[in-house]
């Protein structure tokens, strides 16, 4: 068997039993360049990512359009939200759907990364590795979802607002930190419960809350809004109640005392009053009376008299020759009852009687 002539006319004999060798081995050189070409362009998308980081992506959500450059800072919310219809990766068809709360499913979790920051999720946000996100395939978006490694016990609520991961029995892809926290990143895979919460605000700035909602004890991480409680009651100001009001204390008007006087004779000057008491008198009997409050008048306050205590020794017998004699003086003192009273100094001539 010959093929047709070449250009210069003459025939190029082919023998009709070509090795099959050399079939096979065209087979394995072509199989083995699309085999590489496949790498070197998955090298490209994935250029500067660590290993585990293109394992784990190229078989999560699929890549949309980058709208935030490395290194630039990401907004947080701007999405909407979205149950969506009905869609097919793969041959394998997805119904999203409103789950109730508590609706809980079991099975691997990947991550992703880098090649996705700053890339659009599935409805509308900008995806950033180092939020506490998620992608499912069929809850709503955005949502919460907790998300329990069963290898350690750590738990964590994030949230989803992604489509993915849609290779083998995989339920969600977390974001970077995320697996960080929950302690699997360097492994890639983890076995996982994932239960659903309920709605998120479309607002996004939440981070602060879900990283309190971590738990690395075993516990089942608590809920967003229960953690928000705690926050601000935390944050309240301590009411400290103000002190009660201090009475006031009345207004004591200060009267000067007139010196009683005995005889045209002046006594010694008046010295001010420590009172008299008992050297076994306790100590809480010399607490002085509160003063009554004395109510100002227009007239000249009237002074009371002041009661007089006689502390004399007593007079000396007379002698019968002592009717001529001088009179006897003796000392009185007179003790005021106010406290701010000066006492009276009063001398008293005594005449022995006949």
Not at 30 to 42: D, F
Not at 187 to 212: H, M
Request: proline share 11%; glycine share 8%.
């Amino acid at each position: 068997m010959t093929h047709p002539a070449t250009s210069g006319g003459s025939p190029v004999p082919v023998s009709t039993t070509a090795p099959r060798a050399t079939w096979l081995l065209c087979t394995a050189i072509c199989g083995v360049g699309l085999a590489l070409g496949g790498c070197a362009s998955q090298d490209r998308v994935a250029q500067g990512a660590p290993s585990v980081d293109r394992f784990n992506s190229r078989y999560g959500v699929s890549s949309s359009p980058r709208v935030v450059e490395e290194g630039r800072p990401v907004p947080r919310g701007g999405g909407v939200y979205r149950v969506g219809r009905p869609y097919t990766v793969a041959g394998r068809r997805y119904t999203p759907f409103e789950k109730r709360e508590g609706h809980t499913e079991t099975g691997i979790a990947s991550w992703y990364g880098r090649q996705f920051h700053g890339r659009l999720t599935a409805n509308g946000e900008v995806y950033n590795m180092h939020t506490l996100s998620a992608a499912h395939r069929t809850m709503p978006m955005p949502s919460y979802a907790r998300v329990t490694n069963m290898a350690n016990g750590h738990s964590l609520v994030v949230r989803v607002n992604d489509r993915g991961p849609f290779h083998g029995n995989r339920v969600i892809d977390l974001s970077q930190r995320a697996s960080n926290l929950l302690n699997f990143r360097g492994q890639g895979l983890a076995r996982v419960k994932v239960e659903y919460i309920g709605r998120a605000s479309l607002e996004g700035s939440d981070d602060r809350i879900l990283l309190a909602t971590l738990r690395t004890d075993g516990r089942p991480a608590p809920r967003p809004n229960q953690v928000t409680s705690t926050m601000m009651a935390s944050a309240a100001p301590q009411t400290v109640p103000d002190p009660a009001p201090r009475q006031a204390e009345p207004a004591v008007a200060t009267v000067a005392t007139q010196p009683v006087l005995a005889s045209a004779s002046q006594g010694p000057a008046p010295a001010p009053s420590f009172g008299f008491f008992r050297q076994d008198t306790p100590s809480a009997d010399l607490r002085q009376p509160d003063p009554a409050p004395v109510i100002q008048t227009t007239a000249q306050p009237q002074v009371a008299a002041s009661p007089i205590t006689l502390a004399s020794a007593p007079l000396p017998m007379a002698r019968p020759d002592a009717r001529g004699s001088a009179p006897l003086a003796t000392t009185v003192v007179a003790r005021n009852a106010g406290p701010a009273q000066a006492a009276s100094t009063v001398t008293v001539v005594a005449t022995p009687a006949p």
